[in-house]
């Protein structure tokens, strides 16, 4: 599990450089090391969001709530994701 928390905090350190792909690359190692790691599957859902990977990152934001469905900082992002996408959707079927 120590090894799984290091990468994401790498992630973060990169993400935080803007190294969008790098800090995508380490919540995905994080992940494989720990399934059950649902702080790896909230950053690769945001890190999926911010690259346009809208699909990928919803699954990554069910799979972070099925593991801690209590976190109120994975729900806080999920309902912003799903409200721009939504709105974004709305838009483009006009």
């Known amino acids: 599990h120590r090894d799984a928390q290091a990468q ?13 792909k790098e800090a995508l690359y380490r919540w995905e190692k994080a992940a494989e090391i720990d399934p059950k790691y649902a702080a790896a599957y ?3 859902a945001v890190a999926y969001e911010h690259e346009g990977m809208f699909e990928k990152a919803r699954k990554a934001y069910d ?6 469905p209590k ?12 409200e721009i996408n939504d709105r974004a959707s709305r838009r483009t079927t006009r």
Do not use: H, P, T
Request: charge should be neutral; avoid cysteine.
């Open 71 to 82: 976190n109120v900082s994975i729900r806080q992002n999920y309902d912003f994701f799903k």
């Open 63 to 68: 799979k972070a709530l099925e593991l801690d």
């Open 8 to 20: 994401v905090q790498f992630g973060i350190d990169v993400a935080n450089k803007g190294l969008w």
């Open 42 to 44: 909230n950053n690769l």
